[in-house]
């Protein structure tokens, strides 16, 4: 037998779920649509992940840095991550298997 402590158990995926009650989603929305009308020029979408490409400015970054980052908090089955190529930033939101409903409801706020 062995001295050693059982490795960290395989963590469960989050679940599929918001954690903001209505008014907080309400004002959350209206964040992501004033995220995009001033910093986003592209919107691409797979049924698993959206990119928000990003105005090549630092202003953009933080902005999209911090709601991305407030966003994961409140649904932690977003993967965010924002890729920094020499040509521009992309903000990138995507979510597991079986959350394609979840993502799609997010991107029809995006674009409302």
């Not at 400015?57 to 980052?69: D, G, H, I, W, Y």
């Not at 890729?83 to 409302?112: C, K, M, Y």
């Amino acid at each position: 037998m062995s001295d050693r402590e059982p490795g960290p158990l395989a963590s469960e995926p989050a679940p599929v779920a918001c954690e903001l009650d209505a008014a907080g989603l309400a004002e959350r929305v209206e964040e992501w649509r004033a995220l995009v009308g001033a910093f986003v020029v592209s919107v691409a979408t797979s049924p698993t992940a959206v990119r928000l490409a990003l105005v090549d400015t630092e202003r953009a970054l933080v902005a999209a840095a911090s709601l991305a980052q407030r966003e994961k908090q409140c649904c932690p089955f977003f993967d965010v991550h924002i890729d920094i190529e020499a040509d521009g930033r992309t903000l990138v939101l995507s979510v597991p298997g079986g959350a394609e409903e979840a993502l799609a409801s997010f991107v029809a706020v995006l674009r409302g």
